[in-house]
């Protein structure tokens, strides 16, 4: 069965930083765009990055410069490096992956930035 499997997070004083990773199994991961999302409290599930199977990014404007995203089709492994964290970053991430019209969501990583 298909599984996404997020590590990674954690909590981290502002101006930190953390790495997510997701480890996908199950799915031709090459063909899937794979992308970050997370949910705060009380807040709508929302895009942070993704990168398409052609290696094509985009980032939401609010984290623009501070994280990275990539991939590793050899190893199956979506990775978010997220520098620079600020409280607002604090909210449970998710890793997605999508293909035509299905999708697939991982079970989420906590990333607390507080002092």
């Known amino acids: 069965q298909v599984q996404l499997v997020e590590s990674g997070g954690g909590l981290v004083q502002p101006g930190g930083s953390l790495r997510l990773s997701c480890a996908a199994s199950?799915?031709?991961?090459?063909?899937?765009?794979m992308g970050w999302y997370r949910q705060a409290p009380g807040k709508q599930r929302e895009l942070v990055a993704i990168?398409?199977?052609?290696?094509?990014?985009n980032y939401a404007d609010s984290v623009k410069g501070r994280f990275t995203i990539s991939r590793d089709n050899a190893k199956n492994a979506l990775y978010l490096q997220m520098n620079n964290l600020k409280p607002e970053d604090t909210a449970v991430y998710y890793c997605?992956?999508?293909?035509?019209?299905?999708?697939?969501w991982g079970q989420g990583t906590q990333v607390t930035v507080s002092s």
């Open positions: 997605n992956a999508a293909y035509r019209v299905v999708e697939y």
């Open positions: 199950g799915i031709i991961f090459r063909l899937y765009s």
């Open positions: 990168i398409t199977s052609g290696g094509s990014i």
